[in-house]
């Protein structure tokens, strides 16, 4: 299953992942040493935590970047249009002058 968040494909993780994870997640299950889960659990927690963080610094980076983009895209696009417009309009003036020559 492929999905879609901001045009990034995010597919499905390698089969190889899959099986480490559910390896780790049956060797937690198999486990009676709660203070060892106890500190693998907190550990993961705080993990996560800057995971968190990280990737929102990511994203927002990203969607600075595209912000960025559009807006040169949007200036060049105006750019252009303002030229091609100066240039009929010098073109105008050329035959306007052309006519009054004769």
């Known amino acids: 299953m492929i999905k879609k968040f901001l045009n990034i494909e995010i597919e499905e993780p390698p089969i190889e992942l899959e099986l480490s994870v559910e390896m ?21 927690v705080r993990h996560q935590m800057r995971q968190d963080v990280f ?24 750019f252009d249009i ?3 417009k100066k240039i009929v309009k010098n073109i105008n003036e050329r035959n306007k002058k ?5």
């Open 24 to 44: 780790r997640c049956r060797d937690i299950m198999e486990s009676d040493d709660i203070d060892s889960i106890k500190r693998y659990c907190t550990h993961l």
């Open 55 to 78: 990737l929102a610094s990511l994203l927002g980076r990203l969607v600075e970047l595209e912000a960025n983009l559009v807006a040169k895209e949007i200036r060049k696009e105006k």
């Open 82 to 84: 303002n030229l091609f």
């Open 98 to 102: 052309k006519k009054d020559f004769k």
